[in-house]
């Protein structure tokens, strides 16, 4: 299943001026899943996930955005946070 969201005008100047974002997913939870997944992406700063722990038996992460430019930090913060597990 392929689906175009279209974004609102006033949050176009996260996406680089694009006014919509194409997604695809097997199902409508995959696409929505992919939606919240990609905001660094969508925003143009740099994002990395880090493995947490397990509840339930299911992965648990942590998402970690930075300002445009701070990659290195990310970098830095996210090595911090995975060697603390």
């Known amino acids: 299943m392929s689906v175009t969201v279209t974004i609102p005008t006033p949050l176009r100047g996260f996406t680089g001026g ?7 997913g097997g ?5 929505i899943d992919g939606l919240l997944a990609a905001h660094g992406g969508l925003t143009g700063v740099p994002q990395v996930s880090v493995p947490g ?5 299911l992965p648990v992460g942590l998402s970690i955005l930075a300002a445009r430019g701070a990659d290195a930090t990310l ?8 060697g603390a597990r």
């Open 75 to 82: 970098v830095a913060v996210a090595r911090a946070l995975d």
């Open 18 to 24: 694009a006014d919509a974002v194409e997604l695809a």
């Open 53 to 57: 722990a397990e509840v339930n038996g």
């Open 27 to 31: 199902t409508v939870g995959e696409v």
